[in-house]
């Protein structure tokens, strides 16, 4: 008798679902509402600053910060009571909000996400940053240690909010940090493109010779031929 042989375990041909892609925030969304503590900084901050004119930007914030977490129960009900009739606003309008549709036509085709896009090269300078995105890295830390709760969005209000309340001596501050990001950038750019040029001229070159010496060995190949065919005549 022959032996059964068990049947192999049908393999499955399921594929993992790619994440979602992100879509583009609509510029008619309602406005996500404000924290008790928001409303607090931007109320005080120009009082802080007036009391204290030689502090920098970031001493500023962690002075609010302390004057915050200093308050008692009864002086914060003013803030959080402006942040409640905040969120009421933001849910009433988000009620009334219709999002727009998913435009499906943009969306690229199965298996050809990113097609004819060009590859990034790694070792290309990276772009400078502005003014706002140094200001933005440079007090983040100090915002997030502050405000632990606070979300993404809520963080990048209050950089916005500090960056508008700055002085013009301030901003300048920043712009110069950007201009001379912005030079070091177009030094190495400058350099970056000499050396791919240089590379584009010796690969070229390499390549020419490789086709000279193959048109030579096609010659000698044909004459050695020729010769062998001369000899059998």
Request: aromatic fraction near 6%; charge should be positive; charged fraction near 40%.
């Amino acid at each position: 008798k022959r032996k059964k042989v068990a049947a192999a375990a049908p393999v499955s041909s399921e594929k993992k679902k790619a994440p979602p892609a992100k879509t583009k925030k609509d510029p008619n969304a309602p406005k996500k509402a404000m924290t008790a503590f928001m409303y607090f900084s931007t109320g005080i901050r120009p009082e802080v600053k007036e009391e204290n004119p030689e502090l920098s930007f970031g001493d500023i914030a962690k002075t609010i910060g302390k004057r915050f977490k200093s308050l008692t129960s009864e002086e914060k009900q003013k803030w959080e009571a402006m942040a409640q009739v905040d969120k009421k606003r933001y849910v009433k309008a988000m009620e009334s909000y219709t999002p727009p549709p998913k435009d499906l036509s943009s969306s690229s085709p199965k298996g050809k996400k990113g097609a004819g896009k060009k590859k990034k090269d790694p070792n290309a300078p990276k772009r400078p940053m502005t003014s706002y995105m140094l200001l933005s890295v440079a007090i983040r830390p100090t915002l997030k240690e502050e405000n632990p709760d606070a979300s993404f969005g809520e963080l990048a209000k209050l950089v916005s909010a500090r960056y508008k309340a700055m002085t013009p001596e301030e901003i300048e501050k920043w712009n110069k940090k950007a201009a001379i990001a912005k030079e070091k950038y177009q030094v190495e750019m400058k350099k970056y493109k000499e050396k791919q040029q240089q590379a584009a001229v010796k690969e070229e070159s390499s390549q020419d010779e490789d086709d000279s010496d193959s048109s030579e060995s096609e010659d000698k190949a044909s004459d050695s031929n020729d010769d062998s065919d001369s000899d059998s005549d």
